[in-house]
């Protein structure tokens, strides 16, 4: 075994391990941060394929701003054990065959004649100077560039729309314009009066 | 140097690669260390004369020793976990702090070919390491089941999640105009130009074409890095100290090393990719290491002008300075750049 098979083996375990903590974890905040580490070592598992700009965006989107969001929520949730495991029985069934359906999606999909080593060989070795980074950018502004544009629109409505599905109009609300504000001017607030001091 | 390192790596056989990556780091984790040290006492120093103070001056010759002394007092002290923290996380979360802040150094190039991993996605890598960054500060928050630490930490997530991605769209620019993702690269690119030429280099670094990108990443960096007057994270007079209230001793001293070493990080990124990093200013001085540490020093001392002068902005303030202002100004900076690249007035063909 060489080394990068060792080192595969090596994040595939700690992926495993972690992703299974995902759904066994008591506290959500520990799922949460196995998640994290799953996702960490899915990075490193890619870099091993040599696809460093996917591995690194995918720590930064999903470590570094999305699980950092859903952190932020799972951490002000009040944690009752009690109250979570209630029901579990009641949903087991359906659970059960959501997963046994799964489970079969998969198998067809992973067993299938597309999915095997024959259709899919490992990537031959691109050799020195390859840049991930470089291909991708070629290949999604000539090739893909209409797919990935349409899906920069869809990203876009989909922005916009969460924009304006939060956004209210309150009209009673004291909110300061800093413009203003840093505009004011030492006679808009302060009025010198001249008055004749007072003599007992 | 080749002659005294054959005989080693002979003796070392085939683990040598291994042993010198390591003596690198070791290089250069332990001036940081010292650098990281010595900071504090010039950010006391500093601010002391700003406001008219000596600063420490009883520990050794005019207070030299302060930061040792203090480092030892650190040392000693016993760490106190609370009854109700979460003990597993809370001894992880200050070590997640400090090791991005260190991690981020393996791509930093010290001067021509000075570098522990010269990787063509430098730039990414760093983006990458800057945005686990907060976890250290969320963990610990969320593990001292204290509510002033959960409070810093909410303040924390929120804030650097908001500043990354003006940041992000700095580092745009500057990867358009230098088309690489390599350090090396882009520093190399700074030297090369009609300026340059005439001898007059530092008119030929980024800060000048890019400059609204300039303050934008070194305002964003104060923001990144929880310096006043962004550290409500820590906003002593709200919240006590935030994600810290909890920690003592080396747990407390680990929060403090990587607040610090961050800084010396950000100051060291902003000249890399705005001032020209090792290159000279000026056509008759030879370029050097030296100027990096020059560079370097300024941008720390702005972070401690800035600490000394600005009072800290109310939270909603910071939120729309991030959100209203910043974003929308680096995505049409990046519109303007990538037009003036690809344009017949483009400097860096």
């Known amino acids: ?200 | 140097m080749e002659a005294i390192i054959e005989p080693v790596a002979a003796l070392f056989g085939p683990v040598w690669p291994l042993v010198w990556s390591l003596l690198k780091i070791i290089g250069i984790i332990a001036p940081l260390f010292l650098c990281v040290a010595y900071l504090t006492l010039a950010e006391r120093k500093v601010i002391g004369y700003m406001q008219v103070r000596i600063g420490p001056n009883r520990v050794g010759p005019r207070g030299l020793l302060q930061p040792i002394a203090d480092g030892v007092k650190l040392l000693l002290k016993e760490i106190i976990v609370p009854s109700g923290a979460n003990k597993g996380l809370f001894i992880i979360g200050p070590v997640l702090a400090l090791a991005p802040a260190l991690a981020a150094w393996a791509v930093v190039p010290f001067s021509d070919g000075w570098v522990v991993g010269n990787v063509d996605a430098g730039l990414l890598f760093l983006l990458a390491v800057t945005s686990i960054e907060v976890y250290g500060v969320i963990i610990a928050a969320w593990a001292s089941n204290s509510k002033y630490a959960f409070l810093g930490g909410m303040r924390a997530a929120a804030q650097m999640v908001s500043y990354e991605i003006a940041m992000g769209f700095a580092l745009v620019c500057v990867l358009m105009i230098s088309s690489s993702l390599n350090l090396t690269e882009i520093v190399a690119g700074q030297g090369r130009g009609q300026w340059a030429e005439w001898g007059f280099g530092f008119l030929s670094w980024n800060w000048l074409p890019l400059f609204p990108m300039f303050i934008v990443y070194l305002i964003s960096g104060i923001a990144e890095t929880n310096r006043a007057p962004f550290d409500v994270v820590e906003g002593e007079s709200e919240i006590v100290a935030g994600h810290m209230v909890e920690y003592s001793g080396m747990a407390f001293a680990l929060f403090f090393l990587g607040e610090y070493a961050n800084m010396i990080l950000i100051s060291a990124l902003t000249s890399i990719l705005f001032l020209g990093g090792w290159l000279s200013p000026v056509g008759f001085l030879p370029d050097s290491f030296l100027w990096l540490v020059v560079k370097t020093s300024f941008i720390l001392f702005l972070f401690l002008w800035f600490r000394a002068t600005f009072p800290r902005f109310r939270y909603d303030h910071i939120m729309r300075l991030g959100w209203k202002v910043f974003i929308p100004l680096t995505l049409f900076w990046v519109v303007v750049v990538a037009i003036w690249v690809m344009s017949p007035l483009s400097i860096w063909k």
Do not use: C
């Open chain 1, 1 to 200: 075994m060489d080394f990068q098979t060792a080192v595969f083996y090596f994040f595939s375990t700690v992926l495993v391990l972690s992703a299974l903590r995902v759904i066994t974890a008591r506290n959500p905040v520990h799922a949460a941060l196995f998640l994290v580490l799953t996702f960490f070592t899915a990075g490193g598992i890619w870099m091993l394929l040599r696809a460093e700009f996917l591995a690194i965006a995918l720590v930064m989107v999903y470590v570094g701003a999305v699980m950092v969001l859903f952190l932020f929520v799972v951490m002000m949730l009040d944690i009752n054990l009690d109250r979570i495991r209630e029901g579990f029985w009641s949903y087991l069934p359906v659970g059960a065959v959501i997963g046994l359906l799964m489970v079969i999606e998969m198998a067809i999909v992973l067993g299938g004649k597309y999915f095997g080593l024959e259709g899919m060989p490992a990537p031959a070795d691109p050799g020195e100077g390859y840049s991930n980074t470089k291909e991708l950018g070629r290949l999604l502004y000539t090739e893909y560039v209409y797919p990935f544009e349409l899906a920069s629109i869809v990203l876009l409505v989909a922005m916009i729309a969460a924009v304006a599905l939060t956004l209210r109009k309150r009209t009673n609300v004291k909110v300061v314009d800093p413009a203003a504000q840093v505009a004011v001017k030492r006679d808009d607030r302060v009025r010198i009066v001249s008055m004749r001091a007072e003599k007992d």
